[in-house]
């Protein structure tokens, strides 16, 4: 048997005998030190275990595999509730090997969308031998519904390449890639009751990203103003801003508005409000700069102006051996959003082409924004009725120039020959009634690294050799069910042998 990928974790909170302790499941691992209390899932001859999906009022995890989907208890992944087989027909099998891919690896079925579309069941998506496919699994009796949807522009061709995905209100948001050879990037929104909206083709609206992470930020049901929930989408993508000998690498971040409808006559079926920006990690002082995002994690807050975004980093000139986690503020990134300058192509001398600032005036209604009460009261009541003037500018300005600052305009932390690849963040109420992130990142060695916001200051407390064999953890998921925030404080403390008095006085024996 193949060894298994052990890459992803869960991390969970179990009540055991009164008392909170961290438990952590790995999924197909081969072996791991037993004070951990690591619960281990694997099947014989089932690989690729790459999605996770928590449902925690159902107290199960999904896993999402090559040819297979499980449902597995949340409280023990050992135990396998349901299972589903979705393999490739001979006759897609056969097309795929024709087209030039590998009959053991390409030309299989990876599942790479598991999504909850309602109570009853859940929106599948599988490579499908580089033809993706998408399904209803009906979570009654385990089983997938008929008849099978194109997964093209929901789920990738390429079972190895970024991709990423978030299912808001029963809409399928993604960004991946639209055709066979990866070529051609797309960030998409699908519908049941609208035909698909897309990006523009156009490497000014997106240049060979790589997808990290999605999500929604809803403005609240009581928004004063009547605007629109947003989506946004993180990626690393090769700069079309900056010359440069070979390609640059950028981190972006993206949004667009979940009311979009895209336009009538210009930018039909495309997004009227894709914006992007620089998401800048970067150490000044040292004109060192993080240009690689590897992974993104929104911590949610009632009010999304206190949310805040943290994201790790390291650079595209891997032998410099940093990593870093940056985080931001979502009321800054709103403001980049709704006020920022845009971004002009210029064609300078021969054929350099490069982006300027664009300083003349812009048309109204703001290109690239959501539709708001103010619109609706000059009849502009949906992304349709927008001017063309505004969406043949967004259309050829989709790059803001501004940038999204972090927090204290540079890193939270900083560490050496550590790459990270993973973030979660958990906000937890302390002994002194003050709130402290705590940072979980994952490095591609198998490490877990847990840290806490302190002071402004991030500081190490534990790092823990998960993976013994120095594989990348692929994906980190925290679960805070039934948890006390109160309680796990003090069990994080007693487990470092701090002291509530010792913790709030700066020099602690904190890691680092
Ligand atoms: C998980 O379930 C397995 C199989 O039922 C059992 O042997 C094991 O002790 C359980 N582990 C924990 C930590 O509960
Ligand atoms: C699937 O798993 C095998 C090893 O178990 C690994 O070599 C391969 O890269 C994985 N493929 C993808 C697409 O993740
Ligand atoms: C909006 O439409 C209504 C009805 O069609 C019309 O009476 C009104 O003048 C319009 N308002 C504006 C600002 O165009």
Not at 68 to 82: D, G, H, R, Y
Not at 139 to 163: I, N, T, V, Y
Not at 319 to 338: I, R
Request: with cysteine.
């Amino acid at each position: 048997m193949e060894t298994c990928t052990l890459s992803h974790l869960l991390l969970a909170l179990n009540l055991i005998h009164g008392c909170w302790h961290w438990t952590m499941f790995k999924i197909c691992v081969s072996c791991l030190s037993t004070e951990l209390n690591l619960v281990e899932f694997s099947e014989p001859g089932i690989f690729n275990y790459s999605t996770l999906l928590l449902s925690e009022d159902k107290d199960v995890l999904y896993v999402g595999a090559r040819e297979a989907i499980f449902e597995l208890s949340m409280t023990n992944v050992s135990i396998k509730n349901n299972k589903v087989q979705w393999k490739v027909s001979e006759n897609h099998m056969t097309m795929c090997i024709v087209k030039g891919k590998s009959k053991e690896t390409d030309c299989l079925n990876y599942i790479r969308v598991l999504q909850v579309l309602d109570d009853k069941r859940l929106y599948v998506c599988g490579t499908h031998a580089f033809q993706p496919v998408c399904h209803y699994l009906s979570l009654k009796d385990f089983s997938l519904e008929g008849p099978a949807e194109d997964g093209r522009g929901k789920c990738s061709f390429d079972p190895s390449q970024s991709f990423t995905t978030v299912m808001v209100d029963g809409e399928l948001y993604s960004g991946t890639s639209y055709n066979f050879l990866g070529s051609e990037p797309i960030i998409s929104r699908y519908s049941l009751s609208q035909s698909l909206l897309r990006t523009e083709y156009s490497t000014s609206w997106l240049n060979e990203p790589s997808f990290v992470f999605a999500d929604v930020i809803r403005e609240g049901k009581n928004s004063a103003d009547g605007e629109d929930d947003k989506i946004y989408y993180f990626f690393t993508e090769v700069s079309v801003e900056y010359e440069f000998f070979g390609k640059l690498l950028i981190p972006r971040i993206a949004r667009v508005c979940k009311g979009d409808l895209g336009g009538q006559r210009t930018l039909q079926k495309k997004w009227t409000s894709f914006l992007k920006a620089k998401l800048v990690c970067s150490m000044p002082e040292l004109n060192f700069v993080f240009n690689v995002v590897n992974d993104v994690f929104i911590l949610k807050t009632a009010d999304w102006k206190e949310t805040v975004i943290y994201g790790v980093f390291t650079s595209q000139w891997g032998n410099v051996g940093l990593s870093a986690v940056c985080a931001y503020d979502m009321l800054s990134v709103e403001n980049v959003f709704s006020k920022g300058k845009y971004m002009q192509k210029a064609t300078v001398e021969q054929s350099h082409t490069k982006w300027v600032r664009y300083n003349r005036i812009t048309p109204t209604p703001r290109p690239g924004a959501c539709i708001n009460n103010h619109n609706r009261l000059q009849n502009i009541s949906s992304s349709l009725h927008l001017p063309d003037k505004t969406l043949q500018f967004v259309k050829d300005h989709p790059l803001l120039e501004d940038p999204v600052l972090p927090i204290g305009n540079g890193p939270k932390l900083i560490t050496k020959d550590v790459s990270y690849t993973q973030i979660a963040v958990e906000r937890v109420q302390a002994l002194d009634n003050n709130l402290y992130d705590v940072i979980f990142t994952g490095t591609d060695k198998g490490i877990l690294h847990k840290s806490v916001v302190y002071d402004g200051l991030v500081h190490t407390v534990e790092e823990i050799q998960l993976l013994h064999n120095s594989e990348p953890i692929k994906t980190l998921l925290l679960s805070s069910q039934g948890v006390s925030q109160r309680e796990i404080w003090k069990e994080t403390l007693s487990h470092l042998c701090l002291t509530e008095s010792e913790f709030s006085s700066p020099v602690t024996t904190l890691k680092q």
